[in-house]
């Protein structure tokens, strides 16, 4: 495992990470996948729990058809988000004669997909799936007990902690200012929670496919 020089390198990953982000197309499929079966998981209605864990037939039909939608839901959500904040950076960059590195919105999409994975433990807390924390927390040790409470401060966190990665990923890849990156810190924060909520209604209408499909729970 890759030692950490800072305790930034424990929230934000470390800069060698960042540094090894490279314009390759390919890596960043499976970052698809990760994004969308995240954001599928994590979302309020299951489509996993109603669909799929309980049928009596049919399964592999909804195992593929769940697949190519958790697929189709991590591009969107990877490239709506990522690809404008890319290209805002890229213009702030050409206006103030800046370096930025080449094929950014590839690097800073994948920052953004495989960012994913350090937040994926609280799956355990928020997927309808996971833990039953009342009955959970009313029979556990201590120790559980703070292992939850860290899930969810953890879960609370990523508002924070995943644009500190993704600025982390501008730091390193390229020269903006401090300014200028104040102007980007803004924009992500404003449009990560805009776009949120457009892929919350996507994942609403895959779950209502669902149900037209296989007959709603």
Sequence with gaps: MEQLKSGWDLFLLPRAWHKRLNASFVSLVPGFMLVGLFDVLSHSRSILNDYILNAGSGIFGRILLFIVAFVIIGFLDVFCFAWPIADLCRYIARRSNKFIIQGFNIIFMKSYAYSHLIFYPVLLIVNP???????????????????????????????????????????????????????????????????????????????????LLYGFS
């Design 129 to 211: 799936t996971g833990l039953e924390l009342e009955r959970l927390i009313q029979g556990t040790n201590k120790v559980t007990q703070i292992v939850i409470i860290t899930l969810y401060v953890w879960a609370l966190m990523q508002i924070f902690i995943q644009p500190g990665i993704l600025l982390r990923t501008i730091t390193i890849k390229s020269k903006l200012d401090f300014s200028e990156k104040l102007v980007v810190a803004l924009a992500i924060f404003i449009w990560m929670n805009l776009e949120g909520e457009a892929i919350r209604y996507v994942i609403d209408l895959a779950y209502n496919m669902f149900g």
